[in-house]
């Protein structure tokens, strides 16, 4: 996405190192309206944190924001529109983004397939240069950002809080459905525990095909005994209890719309963690005493989930809003580059916070919904001063 913004602006060059020959991941994703939002009303339209979006943000940075979307190329912008109708294959985001970088003739970018590691992103580095890392939750960078001995602390930059650990249970369905609280509720009526919670939306490529992905919290314990990637066969054999819940589920949706599940049931199990990195920049290096390390001359910038990372399907949407916020503060060539890493900081640190309230607030909602039968246990964990 950085080097789509980058390559239409002028006075970049680009060199883009992609590990990945081919983009296979088969997940489909769920993208945020507001990355399309035209006005301040449309970007803070949200149920859960439209709130805080105006507590976080000020009107005039919420409004450069927006003028930077209008002033996207139109073959990206297009782009980005056609992502956020219903759940989207994340490889063909990552496809089209690939051939549109090919399409626009490559001019001044140069693509090239390789790993790279830490030393080597630090020994390509020249005074001035901007180095962007987005290598993903596994960040080659992020540890590295904070000045001191040559040995690099795993986590030594970086702020995680687990939220829980959950199955994510993933399926088509060949009807159009659709499901709110109180269709979470009454399909889940005869399940006291291990509750699903569904995430509907259409796919958008069709209307009338329904993609379905329902979380399950599940135990460290339980956590523990699974496979990473396991499908419905599995889980009825190894843990009943969960599969159970999971059926009644879809039974009752099958009940309500007459439509069948297509293809196979696709289940993970994974920690559902939010985190952050405490200095998304390399800000730190020119505060420190000066030193001839490769981070004291030049702008080193984490972005997507090497940045911030988040559960509940908000991630990939931060991280594009993060890359056009910075496209905009790379487009300013006149501004130092300390109040450009400053600057940086400063919305990453309010998307954190904006992510961070948003994700406590789904979980501890769903740790009500998850006692909603049982009156006292759902007073315990209501905070009322
Ligand atoms: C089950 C599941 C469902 C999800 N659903 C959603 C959803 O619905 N909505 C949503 O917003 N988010 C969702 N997410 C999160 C989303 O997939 C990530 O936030 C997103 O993929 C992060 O994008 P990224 O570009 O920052 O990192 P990545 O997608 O991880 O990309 C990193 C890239 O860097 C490359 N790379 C890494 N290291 C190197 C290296 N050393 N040298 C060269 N290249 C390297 C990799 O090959 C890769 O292409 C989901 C995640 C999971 C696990």
Request: aromatic share 10%; hydrophobic share 40%; charged share 25%.
């Amino acid at each position: 996405m950085l080097t789509a913004l980058l390559q239409s602006m002028e006075g970049f060059s680009v060199r883009l190192y992609e590990k990945r020959q081919e983009y296979t991941r088969t997940r489909m994703v769920q993208l945020a309206p507001y990355l399309v939002a035209d006005s301040v009303e449309s970007y803070g339209a949200d149920s859960i944190d439209g709130d805080s979006v105006a507590a976080i943000f000020d009107p005039v940075e919420l409004n450069q924001g927006l003028a930077f979307r209008q002033s996207i190329a139109p073959d990206l912008s297009a782009l980005l529109k056609s992502w956020v109708v219903g759940f989207c294959p994340l490889n063909s985001i990552e496809r089209s983004l690939s051939d549109l970088i090919d399409a626009r003739g490559l001019n001044g970018v140069e693509r090239t397939a390789a790993v790279v590691t830490a030393e080597e992103a630090m020994a390509m580095l020249r005074p001035g240069d901007v180095l962007i890392d987005c290598t993903g939750s596994r960040s080659l960078l992020r540890d590295h950002l904070v000045p001191g001995s040559d040995e690099v602390d795993e986590g030594a930059n970086t702020l995680k809080v687990r939220l829980e650990y959950a199955l994510v249970i993933t399926f088509l369905y060949g009807q159009p459905y659709d499901c709110n609280q109180y269709c979470k509720y009454y399909k889940n009526i005869e399940n006291p525990h291990y509750k699903f919670i569904p995430m509907v939306h259409r796919t958008h490529y069709d209307g009338s095909v329904s993609h379905v992905t329902g979380i399950i919290n599940i135990s460290a314990e339980d956590f523990e005994a699974m496979p990473s990637r396991f499908d419905g066969e599995w889980l009825r054999g190894s843990f009943p209890g969960v599969a159970q819940s999971m059926d009644r589920f879809i039974d009752m949706i099958k009940q309500e719309t007459q439509g069948e599940i297509l293809g196979d049931l696709e289940i993970l199990r994974i920690p559902l963690d939010l985190y952050r990195a405490r200095n998304a920049t390399n800000r730190q290096f020119l505060i420190a005493d000066p030193s001839n390390h490769p981070f004291a001359e030049s702008s080193v910038f984490l972005a997507g989930d090497s940045a911030i990372g988040s559960p509940y399907f908000q991630s990939i949407s931060l991280g594009l809003e993060c890359a056009m916020f910075l496209a905009g503060l790379l487009a300013q060539r006149d501004l130092p580059l300390r109040d450009m890493l400053d600057r940086y900081e400063l919305y990453i640190y309010k998307q954190w916070l904006r992510v961070y309230m948003r994700s406590k607030m789904i979980k501890h909602n769903k740790d009500l919904f998850e006692s909603i039968d049982d009156p006292l246990a759902l007073l315990e964990k209501l905070h009322i001063y």
